[in-house]
């Protein structure tokens, strides 16, 4: 739905929350807006407000399905999700549009988005055919011992908006694969692409009550529904702020949480390093997104001996990016999120000048061509900034991108790991062996080799160290996601007839 200018939005069009199998408004909390940040004056959809009532009737529900759906044999609930994948891929190319309307990504991007959510939905829906655990040797004659996978029970799933349907579909697929059931409560800067992500489900059979969408804002909604008694666990991606302060509450009520948050991504040039590509490398990951991605490279660390060099070409290309909005097409880069977002980027870009970083490019709003009414902000590049500065520390999470210079190898791979965060990182080098001390010391969940670092894919597990991320990663893979949405359960089964002790009878 969208407000063209010659029609005004009814009641009919207000996005819903979705709960026990129907779409419902809240109770009587009104409805927020979901604008275009490519545009303001263009509102994507209403959404319902949420109210306590809600998510209790939303939480009851999960409950209730529970008790069948992880019943449900595991390659069943697989079905659902590959009839979800081939939805998806018939309704990709208008899901990807809307991506790009309600959240500004750039419409190959919001034609990955989808994707990602298609991938993950083929992937989970075939491991309802394995969820396998072990079998081993009982050390007593006449008995048997295996461990199996079970559901852990109702999920909260809270999400960004930077990935409107990929993220909530790397959550919604292995919990439901898995076994459990879920409310789901997006951000609320897209509800839109939440609720046709839960009816493209609906349409592919989930039963009612097993997923259950709320929208909302965060303190009252996310919070309310996180902290709910009904909720077994949950699974959180967005700022490192709100992570760090859920993983308090749920430490508290002791409920497991699995919390994918901030980095502060870097890439390293080395002297030998193909230069071109590693400047291709650094637009993708700097701007890509807008740079709103967990995964942006928001710092470049360059060896000393190419660094004017690499400066030279990596501003060149980056003032050649055509900014705009994402629907048109050639555009290379889109808006930022929202207002707040907008106001915070241009205050870090205040910090890197007051900090004494180098501007060489960007700055500011680019209200050009048509952008005067969304929020745009120029690609922005610092040099000369020190490890240390605000700017190479904290997560921007917008089209700003930090350059480092290095003396040596030691150094850069010093320099990159200093940082509070470890999502991702990525090294430029004809070396083998440095590329492979790289692999080795780099403190990251995602080291790249002569890639950026973005591009993670479906099959192997997605998460960082130190506060980017708390609990097993997310995505396919051993160590991925299914480690958030099953237990562990150990099974002995004594067919001998007679007491046997484990240890003693020898
Ligand atoms: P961002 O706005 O960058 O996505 P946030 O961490 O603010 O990062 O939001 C991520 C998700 O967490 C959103 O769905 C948001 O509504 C939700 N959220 C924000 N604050 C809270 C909170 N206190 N408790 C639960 N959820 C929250």
């Known amino acids: 739905m969208t407000n063209d200018g010659k029609r005004r939005l009814t009641m009919a069009d207000i996005i819903k929350n979705y709960i026990n199998g129907k779409w419902k408004t809240g109770h009587g909390a009104g409805t927020f807006r979901s604008i275009n940040p490519a545009n303001k004056t263009n509102i994507v959809g209403l959404a319902t407000r949420s109210s306590a009532a809600d998510v209790d009737e939303a939480v009851d529900a999960a409950r209730e399905a529970f008790k069948e759906w992880r019943l449900m044999p595991a390659p069943r609930r697989g079905e659902v999700l590959l009839r979800a994948a081939e939805i998806l891929s018939r309704g990709k190319k208008s899901l990807g549009m809307l991506v790009t309307q309600e959240m500004g990504k750039i419409l190959p991007e919001g034609l990955g988005d989808v994707q990602e959510a298609i991938d993950m939905a083929y992937y989970m829906g075939s491991e ?14 006449g ?15 809270i999400t960004p908006w930077n990935f409107p349907v990929a993220i909530p579909a790397w959550k919604i697929c292995p919990a439901l694969v898995a076994g459990n059931t879920v409310i789901f409560k997006p951000s609320s800067d897209t509800p839109v692409c939440a609720a046709r992500l839960v009816g493209m489900l609906e349409q592919a059979g989930v039963p009612k009550g097993v997923i259950n969408l709320v929208h909302g804002a965060g303190k009252e909604t996310g919070e309310y529904l996180a902290t709910h008694p009904g909720i077994d ?18 430490g508290r009520t002791h409920k497991p ?5 901030g980095g502060k991504n870097a890439i390293i040039v080395m002297d030998d390093a193909n230069l071109e590509l590693a400047v291709e490398g650094a637009i993708w990951g700097g701007f890509g997104t807008s740079g709103q991605r967990c995964t942006a490279a928001s710092r470049i660390v360059v060896h000393e001996a190419v660094y004017l060099k690499f400066i030279k070409m990596f501003k060149g290309a980056a003032s050649k990016l055509r900014i705009g909005n994402g629907l048109k097409k050639g555009t290379d880069m889109g ?3 929202n207002e707040s977002q907008f106001t915070k980027i241009l205050e870090y870009i205040e910090t890197g000048k007051n900090e004494g970083a180098g501007l060489i490019l960007g700055g500011g709003p680019y209200t050009k061509n048509d952008c005067a009414n969304g929020f745009f902000i ?9 490890p240390e500065m605000r700017i190479a520390q904290e997560e921007i999470f917008g089209p700003v991108v930090c350059v480092i210079k290095s003396g040596s190898f030691e150094d850069s791979i010093r320099i990159v790991n200093d940082t509070r965060y470890g999502l991702s990182s990525s090294i430029y080098t004809q070396d083998v062996n440095k590329s492979a001390l790289a692999e080795r010391d780099l403190d990251s969940g995602i080291v790249y080799i002569n890639a950026s670092t973005i591009g993670a894919e479906i099959q192997l597990p997605f998460g960082g160290t130190k506060h980017t991320g708390l609990g097993p990663r997310e995505a396919g893979g051993r160590g991925g996601a299914l480690d958030t949405y099953t237990r562990w359960k150990v099974i002995y089964r004594d067919f001998s007839g007679r007491l046997q002790k484990a240890q003693i009878d020898r």
């Open 128 to 141: 309802g055919r394995r969820l396998s655990g072990e079998t081993v040797p009982s050390e007593l004659p």
């Open 143 to 157: 008995k048997d011992a295996k461990s199996v996978r079970v559901p852990v029970g109702v999920f909260a799933l």
């Open 233 to 250: 666990a949950v699974s959180f991606t967005g700022s490192c702020d709100t992570g760090e302060h859920l993983e308090g509450l749920c």
């Open 257 to 261: 949480i699995s919390a994918e948050m």
């Open 335 to 337: 808006p930022v999120i």
């Open 378 to 386: 120029e690609p922005t590049i610092f040099t000369d900034v020190d």
